[in-house]
């Protein structure tokens, strides 16, 4: 498109994610502060003080109570978007599980951030993973432009018909929330093409609904229970088409985005290094030092984690001799973290062999993951006839912990 | 083994087929009670040497009180591993037989033996509730407990819990009476006699019938149309709204408060004390609320208003004595 439909805006993930739910014309902000993620919602009252934003915001005794709001807001048929994080995340566990049943499409920002105990404000995925079968979609940013992306393709991808769930936007705590980067916005002119687009979110059962009403909340005895929840089956399963349509619609009429996978140097490489979020810039910076140093060797980031893009990652790995998945997650007498699970669970059944699979736990807690620990990985890939009998997770860089 | 029966009804069978037994209740009848009291049998038996395995397993819905339940026991000789709810039934046991009817004969085969808590003949009783040509046990639970119990509700399980050794041989008065007084110790010794003696009243008044040679009606239960998942609305949400009082639950109520409105003072004591709003009620010329009667649509039967009226004005009648 020739006309300009953006403006340079440098910022940080939480004014990001605060302009996006202004530009996407959110009815309802339901919060209880949280670092890091408390900047959100002051963007957001400070841009409803300036009449800026013509919504709702509600800052509230406690995230249960805020995330209350957000799903009752949900079921009468507002656009809603709850910004939290780590404890405020556990605290609402109820709802967020609720939300995907009822069929909430909910954008939660989530400036993920590590869970007590030990207490610690600083980045990492465990405040996320126990809602990752919840039932609602996941996106993973790398930057805080990702996050304003996303924010807004969540919002689309939530309200279709086909779809009606919640959307998580998951940013790391302080690596994206805030730090601040250049960044692109719409426009008056983007932001009113994209409203266009957006539409209002019709709820096809809502509770206020005044021709149709509908009562929610009811119980399901063994006899339908599997059949409700096996509607979010079909739900997810829609979700990677309407992904398509609604990011090849962002991508041709204002910038392009990732939705699924992003790829680095992955055609010709015999290993591949897979991770998400923030810390794929270290494991590309370091590909980058293998490569020229002849290494054959490539990264993959999953950009939605759920659903999680099974075909893609099968179609891009096959043939791989070895793959380390580097995972920003914690597991305790589990064989694999989550998203190394995940990668595993995608690869199995392969027609000519799967390829070796190894799971690291990395940059816990906001701790800083270098890009020679990462080469160290790359060297280690080499070896991985040698993991036969151990398929634990090895965490990177602990002091006297075990070695690669 | 007990004098009283003409045959032996049944015997504990092995592992593969384990005895099957449901409790047709409803809830604060005291039929999960019976049914573990049953499996208390059963683990006594197997101290004794002889290896015995018992389950006894309830199946609830969100309701307690007066909703219908049912309560599953298998018993068997080999050790039990399974856990999903029997579709064969060998014992189908009926302790308040106003339960709908459908469900009533679910999962009988030609050799399942019904055991009904009525004042009614056994053949009556399987007439009316279509029940087929079936071996049929009645005992007058009910009002047996309401004799030998002494309490304002009834009881009917250790009655119901006499009778059901004429179906099963193998329990004994002494046995029975041993497990009556370790479950009720607690309770102190009266509870631990009158139980004994509603379950003894329970065994020497039971009625046999052999029905299996007559043409007694057999109703078929149609099972529910199965939902598909896309039958089911977005988050379950139901189309209609402000609808509560289409779900009649004063079908749940084993017993029917009756309203004195000569005894009535008009006090409003029972409306407040209603959990279900229903004591009907209405302005009168003079400008006060007045009580008018009760909503037998909605009453589940809880006693509340008997409790709190000052005046004795309402009092409990079985509901199967008010037909």
Known sequence: MNDKKYVILPGDGNLMAATAIVHADTDVVAVYQITPSTQVSEHIAEKKRTGEFAGEVRVLHGEIEAYTACYTASQCGARVAGPSCSQGLLYASELLHAMPGARCPIVILAANREVSAPINIHAGHSDVMP???????????????????????AFKIGEDKRVQLPV????????????TVINKILNEQGVKELREYLGT???????????????TGGLVLPNAFMEAKYALVQAMQNVPKVMEEVSDFYSKNFWPVHSFVEEYELQDAEYAIITMGSRFGTVKEAVKRARAN??????????????????????????????AVLDRSGVYGSPMSPLCENVAGSLINMPFGSPFVRGFVDSLGGRVLTVEQVLEIIQSLKHHERWNDDVRSTWVGVEKGDTI | MNQKAKEPYLEIQSGKTPTTIVWHARGNQGAVGASAILTSLIAELAEKGEYYDATSAPI?????????????????????????TPTELDVIVIVDPTINRGILTQGA???????????KTPEEIARELK??????????????????????????????LGALILIFPFFTLELMNKIIETTYEEKGHKVVSTNQNAMIRGFAEAVEFDGRETDIPWEENTPPKKLAWYDILPGASIPATGNFSANKTGTWRTERPILDLEKCIHCLSCSQACNDDSILTRFGTDGLEKVIGIDYDHCKGCAACVTVCPNKAIHMVPETETK
């Not at chain 1, 998580?168 to 730090?179: A, K, L, Q």
């Not at chain 1, 979110?201 to 009562?215: F, I, K």
């Not at chain 2, 219908?68 to 080999?78: A, E, F, G, L, M």
């Not at chain 2, 085969?109 to 004042?119: A, D, R």
């Open chain 2, 131 to 160: 029940l087929g040509p079936r071996r049929v046990v009645t005992v007058d639970a009910t009002g047996i407990a309401k004799k030998e119990l002494q309490t304002k509700r009834s009881h009917p399980n250790t009655t119901i």
């Open chain 2, 60 to 84: 609830f819905g969100a309701a307690k009180e007066g909703e219908p339940i049912r309560v599953y026991n298998r018993i068997s000789k080999d050790p039990i591993e399974v856990f999903y």
């Open chain 1, 294 to 323: 002849g290494e054959k060797v490539g990264a993959l980031r999953i950009v939605s984690f759920r659903p999680f893009p099974v075909a893609k990652v099968r179609d891009l790995l096959d043939g791989k001799k070895a793959v």
């Open chain 1, 201 to 215: 979110y019709e709820r096809p059962c809502s509770m206020l609904n005044m021709e149709h009403p509908h009562a």
């Open chain 1, 131 to 153: 809602f990752r079968d919840s039932g609602a979609v996941m996106f993973f940013a790398k930057n805080a432009q990702e996050v304003y992306d996303f924010t807004l393709l």
């Open chain 2, 109 to 119: 085969h030609k050799n399942t033996v019904y055991l009904i808590n009525t004042n």
């Open chain 1, 168 to 179: 998580w936007v998951n940013y790391d705590g302080f690596e994206i929330s805030h730090t």
